[in-house]
């Protein structure tokens, strides 16, 4: 926990008085929700208008004191900060499993820039290494969904809780996980399949859209930047 607080605390240095912000899902992107709240009571942020990913992250910001608006009342904003699940070296990313994939893109695109803040665990060398790529599909014949995705050289399943049954987002979907044994091969050519599926509503492969990651580690903070 130290290490995402670092992470976060180095990433409120990113926001100036005025901005409109991008807020991120889970755990990382709560601590920095806390410390911008601080900072907006403190009276040292001023005129902060902010665009949650989630229920969880709009529920959160308002106890914080945070102002919340929406993309139809800022179809711009100048930052978004969100964790990540995965981090490869050229900062694509996998990002979902805290179960706001399709939100978190919606809201990222529409920012000038997205900083990525992660501990230095989260860094891999392939995507799909580390863990599974969530995917979000519809309800309905949704074992026929995650049928297909078993052809995609993984083994995927609907995510269930520990009632066995299925999560259920914001959008009123289903997750499934997806898991590769030998790491994602091709990114690019994965997110294009997943695209052009019906059924599948988004996936978290996050390809070309971070500018920026902070990265916590023991004994240092590391700002990583996309060269081209």
């Known amino acids: 926990m130290n290490l995402k607080k670092a992470a976060a605390t180095r990433a409120l240095e990113a926001v100036s008085s005025g901005m409109s912000l991008g807020l991120g899902t889970g755990s990382t992107s709560a601590i920095f929700v806390d410390l911008l709240g601080e900072a907006i009571q403190s009276g040292r ?54 179960k706001a994939l399709l939100r978190e893109k919606i809201v990222e695109v529409h920012a000038r820039k997205l ?20 995917v979000e599909i519809v309800p309905f014949e949704a074992e026929a969904h ?42 690019y050519a994965l997110a294009r399949q997943l695209e052009s599926r019906p059924g599948i509503v988004e996936h978290g492969l996050f390809l070309d859209m971070a500018q920026e990651v902070i990265v916590a580690s023991v004994d240092q903070i590391t700002l990583l930047e996309r060269t081209y």
């Not at 900083?115 to 969530?134: A, E, F, N, Y």
Request: glycine share 6%; net charge negative; with cysteine.
């Open 45 to 98: 942020l001023t005129g902060i208008r902010a665009v949650p990913t989630s229920n969880a992250t709009a529920k959160h910001a308002q106890r914080r004191g945070i102002p919340l608006v929406s993309l139809q009342d800022q179809p711009e904003l100048d930052l978004a900060v969100d964790s990540a699940d995965e981090v490869d070296p050229d900062l694509n990313l996998i990002k979902g499993l805290g």
């Open 115 to 134: 900083l990525i803040i992660v501990d230095d665990s989260k860094l891999v060398t392939q995507l799909g290494l580390r863990g599974p790529l969530p």
């Open 146 to 187: 995650v049928r297909w995705l078993n052809t995609l050289g993984c083994r995927a399943e609907i995510w269930r809780d520990e009632n066995n049954r299925p999560w259920v987002t914001d959008n009123h979907n289903f997750i499934a996980r997806c898991w590769f044994a030998q790491g994602i091969l091709d990114v």
